[in-house]
């Protein structure tokens, strides 16, 4: 990889930092694990994973990654979500917009494939800070420009680029990969801006993709997806937040098969967590000019 290093920066010029996903999958789901995680690692940024039973433990929290500079909170599905409202779906939304206040979350992220356009405006209503996300190769909506300006022109929405699905877009259709970040890019400026950008890269063998969501580090289009990140910052004049969302733990399986206990086996995940999440900061402001 003819990668060169950047100098140009001082180290926290950008935040950056992991998505808690990967860690509800296989570690657990307790928010002091993620913190120590994050905070050992270094990170500046953070993207919590709304899962089965996220609402119920976030509000039994005194804080959720306390201290950390930039907060996400990557909602789930709102497919069974249809006018008029249920009293629990509205229950739903106020718990989101209190879960938002209380820590502080800065923005909230969603698959515009998962929503239906009517829900835009009552999260717009609600004070919720929304950004739709480009869509990956498998989704039938949300992979092109055209697709995010549809909502975008109906609705005062944040962005968030995905650089890795607009990778796969330029692999399926042969289409320039900078060109398609430049109009993915313009697209999501055209409400609130772009909030965040999602990094993470892939593995191949022959040309045929193993893992969709790899850390930088180990990716096979890790030079790509760093260009990405400047073709992004140059169109906007910004440097926005970063979150990695390539696997920390390629290795583990979602669930254990080894006879260790619980204990011992979530500390030994979270060092190596730790290690690889600093790791993948680290190779990012190394090798990307602008951080």
């Not at 899962?51 to 069974?80: D, N, T, W």
């Not at 929405?157 to 430049?182: M, N, P, R, W």
């Not at 760093?226 to 910004?238: A, D, N, P, R, Y």
Request: with cysteine; net charge negative; aromatic share 8%.
């Amino acid at each position: 990889m003819s990668l060169s290093k950047s100098n140009q920066q001082d180290q926290y010029s950008v935040y950056i930092g992991p998505s808690t996903g990967w860690l509800s999958a296989k570690i657990c789901s307790d928010f002091r694990i993620h913190h120590k995680i994050t905070e050992s690692s270094s990170a500046t940024a953070v993207e919590v994973v709304w899962s089965p039973g996220f609402r119920k433990r976030a509000f039994e929290q005194e804080s959720i990654h306390e201290g950390v500079p930039y907060k996400s909170l990557h909602l789930s599905s709102f497919r069974g979500f249809q006018e008029p409202l249920t009293g629990e779906q509205n229950r739903q939304l106020e718990d989101i917009r209190a879960i938002i206040d209380k820590f502080g979350f800065h923005n909230t992220t969603v698959h515009p494939d998962t929503i239906s356009p009517f829900l835009y405006k009552v999260f717009e209503n609600s004070g919720i800070p929304i950004s739709i996300e480009n869509m990956d190769r498998e989704k039938v909506f949300g992979q092109r420009a055209d697709d995010l300006l549809i909502v975008m022109k109906n609705h005062h929405l944040g962005g968030v680029i995905d650089l890795q699905h607009a990778y796969e877009l330029s692999c399926d259709t042969g289409e320039s990969y900078t060109e398609i970040v430049k109009d993915l890019t313009n697209a999501l400026e055209r409400g609130r801006g772009i909030s965040h950008v999602h990094v993470s890269g892939e593995t191949s063998v022959a040309g045929q993709q193993i893992e969709g969501h790899a850390q930088l580090m180990v990716s096979s289009n890790a030079e790509v997806i760093l260009g990405g990140i400047e073709t992004v910052f140059e169109i906007t004049g910004k440097r926005h937040p970063i979150i990695l969302e390539g696997d920390p733990l390629p290795e583990e399986p979602l669930r254990s098969s080894q006879s260790e206990f619980l204990s011992e086996r979530i500390d030994r995940l979270a060092k190596i967590a730790i290690e690889n999440i600093s790791e993948e900061i680290s190779f990012v402001r190394r090798y990307c000019r602008f951080l």
